[in-house]
């Protein structure tokens, strides 16, 4: 089942600009991440944050989350050519009892142009 | 170096022809778990295992099957495949599912085409 969205699809922007990325979710939650794909290759972790946590900052990243609205974002500060990519949002489901999983958004593809 | 290794990069097949894309992790991770990736669609669960001995079907198991005899390795195998199920597959581990503090790491992928 998904669970996240991304927003917007897809993002261009200038090398040195910020790059802020949104993802919606449907249920209660336990924690959030954020994942980033080069094209065709294998997801990497980049940051979780608790469903207690507001903010939390990792080098040029920068997440919010705002379990209210059910909600998190993504802010990439000073983007670089190599950020291109695309960038998922995954969440558990604090409803499904007995299993671990993550569910995944459909990303949104991030182009950075040098 | 920590790794989730998966085996073919590429595949072309035939329908029905029966195939089977490894994976095998290196870092004792209790969970384990199989995507496909689609246009449009994101990452869709097929199969997850919490432990050996033990696995659970995801959001899209129709046509798939997987075993955890090991730990360190859950291989995904299409007894009939169709081309429908051609795709880009992913094999991740954790080790313990959604609240490993590090997240799933993901192998490189497999790129599947069924002709």
């Known amino acids: 089942s998904q669970q996240g969205e991304e927003d917007p699809q897809a993002l261009s922007i200038q090398e040195g600009e910020n790059a802020t990325m949104n993802c919606s979710y449907k249920t209660s939650i336990n924690n959030l991440q954020w994942y980033r794909q080069n094209s065709g290759r294998g997801l990497v972790h980049l940051i979780l944050?608790?469903?207690?946590?507001r903010e939390k900052h990792s080098g040029r990243l920068r997440v919010t989350l705002d379990t209210s609205k059910k909600s998190s974002s993504l802010l990439i500060t000073a983007s670089r050519a190599a950020d291109t990519a695309s960038y998922f949002c995954?969440?558990?489901?604090?409803?499904?009892?007995?299993?671990?999983?993550?569910?995944f958004g459909t990303g949104t593809r991030l182009t950075v142009i040098p | 170096e920590a790794q989730v290794t998966q085996n073919p990069r590429y595949l072309i097949t035939v329908t029905g022809k029966k195939l089977t894309v490894t994976c095998s992790q290196n870092m004792n991770h209790e969970y384990m778990s199989w995507y496909r990736q689609d246009p449009g669609l994101g990452l869709r669960q097929i199969y997850y295992?919490?432990?050996?001995?033990?696995?659970d079907k995801g959001d899209v198991p129709e046509g798939y099957k997987v075993s955890r005899k090991e730990k360190r390795n859950f291989p995904l195998i299409l007894e009939s495949p169709s081309p429908n199920q051609t795709s880009l597959y992913f094999c991740?581990?954790?080790?313990?599912?959604?609240?490993?503090?590090?997240?799933?790491?993901f192998g490189s992928g497999t790129r599947l085409t069924v002709v």
């Open positions: 944050i608790r469903s207690n946590e």
């Open positions: 991740a581990s954790s080790l313990s599912g959604w609240a490993a503090v590090d997240g799933y790491t």
């Open positions: 995954a969440t558990d489901n604090e409803n499904e009892t007995g299993a671990n999983n993550l569910f």
């Open positions: 295992s919490m432990n050996v001995e033990v696995t």
